[in-house]
Structures are given as structure tokens and as C-alpha cells.
């Protein structure tokens, strides 16, 4: 049976990221097709998705007349269909990996709003205001107190959903070179992260195409 995963712009598409990372740590074969979310084109790529898909949106997942629709569905499927192998066993753990990345699906794609996926991208990327450097420090904190309660090098100590739902957020924030000196042990995590070679193949490929420039970013 084949399986489809119908990704977006590789330096737009944030959650399709998200859903890419965890099928391919899942090491779950799949046959990507990537959907141009680019303005103007965008409307009418993904008018075509809701063809079989209700949002409309990337990332859908296709495995014969079974469609997986939103990147924490699919994230979870690809947990499924490793045998669960990225979510932690313990019970407790396990409920701190879906707490964790709840919290990033509902609502931490409002951190720092304006620095948005795609400014990761800009070759002119401007420095973060002081609000935007403390909700960067209020989000390293988090991710800091887990490590020192699990013993790193991971947020649940092995390798988990939760450490790859924030991919996104690490790329677009340290683009921008907050200072992390207090949250030592978040930093060292964020490279570990942007060194799996997964990650690494998303982002040679997202840096090769041309910047996707947003209005707000530069706003006063």
C-alpha cells in the first residue's frame, strides 16, 4: 500500500516539518510531494488538497483511502507505526512527552510571532527586541528544567516526539542569536537536535530556495 505525506515549502512550512521529522525518525517509508504554499500559488495548491483532505492543509498524510490530517495526528501515527519507539515507555514520562508537545501544537506558535519559520531564511535577519528575548528565555527555561529533571540529552531522556516537535522553534529562534549563556544544557540540546541528520537534510534543502518574505518582520 502506498503512503503519500503531501509536505509544504521546505523553508515555509513549519509543521509539515514537524510531521516529515517524526515519520522519518519513525524510519516509516513514505513518498513525500511537496505542495508550493507560496503566495499566489498557494491557493490554488491547496484548494486541491481539500479535495481529499478537510483543512486543506499541509501536512496530510495518504495511506490508500486512509488520510491523516494536522502534523501532531501524523506525528502520533508515526509513533504508532514504529511500534512506539518515540514515545517514552514509562507512563509518567510518556505523559510529559504529549504534555510537552501539546503545549507547542496549542499554543507556542505565538512565541515571538513575528519571527516567524520563515525569517530563519533571511540572509539580512535583524536582532530580537527585548520582549522577543524573554519569551525566548521563558521557553529555554522550560525546556532547560526538563533536561536537569531526566538527565538530558533529550527532553524525556531518549529521543521522543516532544524533542521533535520543537525543531521549528529551535531553527527560528536561535537564527536570530538570542542569549542563552543562563540555559547551558538547552543550548547543547538545541545542536544535538540540529545535527540529526534528518533535520540536516531538511534544512540543506530549505536554504537552497529563495527567501519567503513576510510584511510583519520588520515592523516597529
Keep these: 500500500m502506498s503512503r503519500i505525506l503531501y509536505s ?25 510531494r511537496i505542495v508550493d504554499i507560496r503566495v499566489p500559488q498557494r491557493y490554488d495548491n491547496l ?59 496549542a499554543g507556542l506558535s505565538g512565541l515571538c510571532a513575528r519571527l516567524s519559520f520563515e525569517s530563519a531564511f533571511y540572509p539580512d535577519r535583524r536582532a530580537m527586541t527585548e520582549n522577543e528575548q524573554a519569551e525566548t528565555e521563558r521557553i529555554a527555561a522550560a525546556w532547560e528544567g526538563a533536561l536537569q529533571r531526566n538527565g538530558g540529552p533529550w527532553l524525556c531522556a531518549e529521543l521522543s516526539l516532544a524533542d ?16 542563552l549563556s543562563a540555559y547551558p544544557l538547552s543550548v547543547e540540546w538545541a545542536s544535538r537536535l540540529l545535527r540529526r541528520p534528518a533535520v540536516d537534510e531538511w534544512m540543506r534543502h530549505a536554504r537552497g530556495l529563495p527567501p519567503v518574505y513576510l510584511d510583519d518582520y520588520r515592523r516597529d
Design 164 to 179: 521533535l516537535a520543537f525543531v521549528p522553534t529551535v531553527v527560528r529562534l536561535l537564527a536570530h542569536a538570542p542569549d
Design 8 to 32: 509544504g515549502t521546505r523553508n515555509a512550512s513549519s509543521w509539515a516539518f514537524r510531521a516529515w521529522l517524526a515519520l522519518r525518525e519513525a524510519q516509516v517509508d513514505f513518498e513525500e
Design 47 to 105: 484548494a486541491r488538497i481539500r479535495a481529499f483532505s478537510p483543512p486543506g492543509a499541509v501536512p496530510v498524510l495518504v495511506e490508500g483511502d486512509h488520510v491523516v490530517y494536522d502534523s501532531l495526528a501524523i506525528m502520533e501515527y508515526a509513533n504508532d507505526l514504529s511500534g512506539g519507539a518515540l514515545l517514552p515507555r514509562d507512563l509518567a514520562a510518556r505523559a510529559t512527552a504529549r504534555s510537552l508537545v501539546s503545549w507547542q501544537h
